[in-house]
């Protein structure tokens, strides 16, 4: 392919290479036939791209010498065993830094948000830079589907160094020697101090939620993700370090994707589980496969999408057989039963419920994953009273929930106010008013120390149905303390 040397002369632009190899590999499809199968093949690995003709067409005339990262990562799932250069580009490595100057030395001016992404390059400080020659006249709407995933990745970072400086916003340091080690500018690939930090991210996060819920970690997750695929940028010392840091880096994607999912932000929850079902994917992690699918169908039934919810479960399921924990498998069975609930299919969903509660009664094995620390008795009552509220059986819902709120370790805060919550809302449109208001007093109380825009919209939906109520014995006063709670932005 070209040569990695690059003019600082913005006069003398290099003429692209028609990329051959990509033409041969489209064989007699049409850049349209093309562009479908590579959307796809996206979709059987979560991620998000809007590929259409105009884009094979500009990869066939070498205007892309290397994709972004999304891309990437459908072609090599398109064309396994094949490399970048394998597929006609160039390696990333001769084109990072592409475009990342309009004058020697000044980067460019951002025209638009970060947020809204709406032209493929923006420079090289961009998450996913597809080195492109991009007229940025030009209008590529078919990329604003991938901005969500492209800018969750900052895959820019370059060196461990930078992940170093900036896994501390949880107090998320390097513990003894590890920082001055990372922080030196020696260090150019990342080691075990990097993946132990990083390990050590996920837990702080998963704990920091469990006690007082997401809204308030949100945005503080942020950096430390972004450190996580600086990491992977920066590449490590030895093949079980990196696998160490593909693992860490999904993990953390996932709990980050959680607390936006908990917060109520569904579109970036949706992208931070696509990132690392992609991550999974590309590092052969069943795993962490199994544990973005989990994610991915919760967030769907949520969302309102219960036959994707359906869908992913049973895709994680797939991906968890191998495994060996029936824990997980039970928690996946139920995320199915969830979906069949949201479709109104009662026989599904039972046969779900039954599957997960069969293997729930195989205890805990060595094979579960830690992720799971979350899911015991009062889980399981959790999940199912969510099937029955979603089925419309008011009474055997807040039965359930009654047994999880009381059943939850009290380390948990957020799930015993989610659980009361659910509690709350089924006695309130199962005809008990005043239970409904002593639960959702409950919740008020918890919220002090939980923030949850998942917990407060449940209470809001809860009010609205004890307003005809408001005589009933407690539900005034739950009414006012509900109607006088600071609202999240």
Known sequence: MASSTVTSSSTSPRPPRPN?????????????EFAAAVRRAARDIGEQVSCDARYIGRVEAGEIRCPNYAYERVFLHMFPGRTLTDL????????????????????????????????????????????????????????????????????SGGTATVAAVSLGPLGLAFSGGGVAAAAAPSVRRAGEAEAGALEEAVRKIRLLDDRHGADGLYRRAAA??????????????RRATAERLHTGAGELAISVGWLAHDSGRFEDARSHYAEALATARVAGDPALEA?????????????????????????????????????????????????????????????????????????????????????????LAGLEAQCWSTLGDWPRAAHQARRAARLQDPHFTRNIALYTAELADDLARAGHPDEAAAAGLRVLDLLDEVQSSRVQTMLAGTARVLLPHRRASGVSDFLERHGAMPRSA
């Open 88 to 155: 006609g580009f160039a390696p990333r490595s001769t084109v990072r830094g592409r475009g990342a100057r309009t004058t020697e030395g000044a980067l460019p001016t951002r025209t638009t948000s970060p947020m809204s992404a709406p032209h493929e390059t923006h420079g090289a400080h961009e998450p996913y830079d597809t080195y492109d020659t991009h007229d940025p006249h030009e209008n590529d709407d078919q990329n604003n589907e991938e901005s969500d995933v492209q800018r969750r990745a900052f895959m």
């Open 291 to 379: 544990h973005a699918f989990c994610n991915t169908s919760f967030l769907a039934r949520d969302a309102g999408r219960p036959r994707e919810a359906v869908r992913a479960a049973q895709a994680a399921q797939y991906a968890a057989r191998p495994l060996g924990s029936a824990r997980l498998m039970s928690l996946l069975s139920l995320r199915e039963a969830g979906g069949w609930a949201g479709l109104a299919d009662r026989t599904g969903c039972e046969q779900a419920l039954a599957r997960a509660q069969a293997l729930y009664g195989r205890g805990p094995c060595d094979a579960d994953p830690e992720w799971m620390s979350f899911y015991g008795d009062a889980e």
């Open 20 to 32: 051959l190899v990509f033409r041969r590999l489209r064989g007699q499809r049409s850049p349209g």
């Open 224 to 237: 430390p993700l972004r450190s996580a695929y600086a990491l992977l940028d920066a590449g490590a010392t």
